[in-house]
């Protein structure tokens, strides 16, 4: 039996439990607060294929198993881990990326300073 990637397999997790998003989302970012013992927290933006942002949503406990095994894949038992995971997708191309954020854990975050610009600082580029 063939093993699946760990990237893979954290990718895989995040498109199956994005809720909230357009049927035809042609992209998305999704960052992932995490933790030696669990994910915190999820934030969530796809994009259309015009490339509007929409709001979407992941509960953090539903990627937990996947986001577990991709860290452990990394991370030994004493590592720090990054407080952050930005994970990005495009559909069409099937390329993406995962940033890890090791100190701020507000690199990332929502808050009325970034609110206009967040979308557009997390839309995924793979130039």
């Known amino acids: ?45 796809a994009y259309d294929a015009d490339g509007e942002s929409v709001p979407a949503a992941i509960s953090p406990s539903e990627v937990d198993p996947a986001v577990k095994t991709y860290l452990d894949s990394f991370f030994g038992e004493g590592d720090a881990l990054p407080v952050q995971l930005l994970v990005q997708f495009d559909r069409a191309s099937g390329r993406y990326e995962v940033t890890f954020e090791d100190e701020d854990p507000n690199r990332w975050r929502l808050t009325p300073k970034t609110f206009d610009t967040l979308d557009e600082t997390l839309r995924p580029r793979f130039d």
């Open 1 to 45: 039996m063939m093993t699946e990637d760990v990237t893979v397999g954290l990718i895989r997790s995040v498109v199956e439990h994005l809720r909230k998003a357009p049927e035809d989302w042609a992209s998305l970012a999704v960052v992932l607060d995490v933790s030696r013992s669990s994910v915190r927290g999820a934030l969530a933006i």
